[in-house]
């Protein structure tokens, strides 16, 4: 009864506010294009789906491309910094200096480099998501437990059989956290790029959805493709947890 | 089997972990190292299995017969088990990094489960074993190899009163029928006087061996109620007090 109170309760909590909302604006008489109340945004959604939700699967494409480049960057950088202490040392300084860096002062660089714009969207969502990626494995792949990888060497293994049978297995659990922050980050990564390139760039997203109708004051609309990016991070956050519940039980039940 | 000649182990901090350690063993022996805490007694099984290397003297094998790899069985104070394998891909480890295949190594995975009496659970994860059971797997693990040498690092530690006393019943008699030597480093004396058929008695930091003690206690279910038993315990009790530093 408590389980199902909480998960009821977030549902519940968004009918009240969303109904506050519009009651709000309704006996205000606030204009839809200052504030529209969450009934001007439904129908805004009704009236552009054909152009917002193509906008949403571009943005998407971008993400889950970015969330690819990050996750096969973040691993074997990880796996290397673990098999070179040399390379740790060389490395680890410049992936923080990237991280740390915000991508909004080196997205328009990387649009200018590269001249396909789609690539150039992916880079920059990768840049920002391939960190967590890359920061979560190095700790698990340090964490294997050393009982484990003497007994490994005293049963003759090769490098690649500790790899691939011990570190990266103990590190999966720290790999899916990762992974679960990375997907979200590729999706503000994503948004960002698409921020910067404007008009200039893929011109499809849902960013420049949102600038063009900011632009022609289309507020609902702005809005309405506000709520699909909300959505779809959760959307996304929730998928990876189920995708992090479901490889760890199938590892370890 | 093998000669450890003045081995001493220097670690790069500056703890002198053990000074000028010689013995010899024989085939067939059942070793215990006894000592307290810092004795080395651990750091000299890590010279043993390999991995690490003495800062001065040597180990001479046999016959200059150096173990391979998976003729030298470990067996650590945990489990340390991979929680992602069943029992039975747990103990299939050594054979897999060998590169032998699960179905050629299935009738040996099935008859060692059998010997330490967990045929029932060659599926189970560790996560639904007991400690003991647990043990027994990574006991199974260290002997799939058929090692010649059985290295263990207190392995019963941990484990209930009941529990160590059945693990220990079972070890000595896998010790009999089949003549493998072990090293088995232990800092209870009644384990080590139970167990063993000699006993290297070390001394706290650096690790000396200060006593080697040679046991002839009867075999099967009077061993730990016989009066040699009982006299081997306060014979090394007595060792004990003596060179444990006084305050």
């Known amino acids: 009864m408590n389980k199902w109170l909480e998960r009821l309760a977030p549902i519940a909590f968004g009918i009240i506010a969303l109904s506050a909302w519009q009651g709000a604006v309704s006996a205000l008489h606030v204009p839809f294009y200052v504030v529209p109340g969450p009934i001007d945004i439904a129908r805004a959604y009704l009236t552009d789906y054909a152009v917002l939700n193509p906008a949403l699967l571009s943005t998407l494409t971008v993400t889950f491309a970015a969330l690819l480049v990050a996750t096969a960057v973040g691993v074997a950088l990880a796996v290397a910094m673990a098999a070179s202490p040399l390379f740790r040392a060389a490395v680890q300084p410049w992936a923080v200096m990237l991280q740390v860096t915000p991508i909004v002062a080196i997205a328009p660089l990387i649009i200018l480099w590269v001249s396909q714009p789609f690539i150039a969207l992916v880079v920059c969502a990768s840049i920002i998501a391939f960190f967590p990626i890359l920061s979560n494995t190095a700790a698990g792949l340090a964490a294997t437990p050393q009982d484990l990888q003497d007994l490994f060497r005293l049963n003759g293994a090769s490098r690649w059989q500790v790899l691939f049978l011990l570190s990266l297995p103990s590190a999966l659990p720290n790999f899916l956290t990762g992974l679960r922050i990375s997907g979200t980050l590729a999706l503000v990564g994503a948004v960002v790029a698409e921020f910067v390139a404007g008009s200039g760039g893929f011109a499809s997203g849902l960013a420049y959805r949102i600038i063009e109708a900011s632009y022609r004051l289309e507020i609902p609309r702005m809005f309405a493709a506000l709520v699909l990016l909300g959505v779809s991070g959760i959307v996304i956050y929730a998928a990876l947890g189920l995708l992090e519940r479901v490889l760890l039980r199938k590892r370890d039940a | ?247």
């Not at chain 2, 945990?78 to 992602?84: F, I, N, S, V, Y």
Request: charged residues 25%.
């Open chain 2, 1 to 247: 089997m093998f000669s450890l000649r003045a081995a001493s182990k220097t670690y790069a901090s500056g703890t002198k972990a053990l000074e000028n350690i010689t013995a010899d063993i024989a085939p067939g022996e059942f070793v215990a190292l006894l000592g307290p805490s810092g004795c080395g007694k651990s750091t000299l099984l890590r010279l043993l299995a390999g991995l690490e290397t003495p800062s001065s003297g040597e180990i001479a094998w046999e016959n200059s017969q150096k173990p391979e790899p998976g003729e030298i069985g470990f067996v650590f104070q945990d489990a340390t088990l991979m929680p992602w394998l069943n029992a039975a891909d747990n103990i299939y480890l050594p054979l897999r990094l060998r590169g032998i295949r699960k179905t050629e190594a299935q009738p040996k995975i099935d008859a060692i489960l059998a010997q330490v009496g967990l045929a029932d659970f060659a599926k189970a994860r560790p996560k639904a074993l007991s400690g003991g059971m647990r043990m027994r797997v990574s006991i199974a693990r260290a002997l799939i190899s058929e090692p010649i040498l059985l290295l263990m690092d207190e392995p019963f530690a941990a484990l209930d009163e009941f529990t160590r006393h059945r693990l220990q019943d079972d070890l000595h008699t896998l010790w009999r029928r089949s003549g493998k030597t072990i090293i088995f480093v232990t800092h209870s004396i009644y384990e080590a006087a139970y167990l063993a058929s000699r006993i290297i008695v070390m001394s706290p930091r650096p690790g000396r061996i200060a006593a080697d003690i040679r046991t002839t206690l009867p075999d099967g279910e009077e061993r730990r109620t016989s009066p040699a038993y009982t006299s081997l315990v306060t014979d090394i009790t007595r060792t004990l007090h003596e060179i444990m530093p006084h305050e």
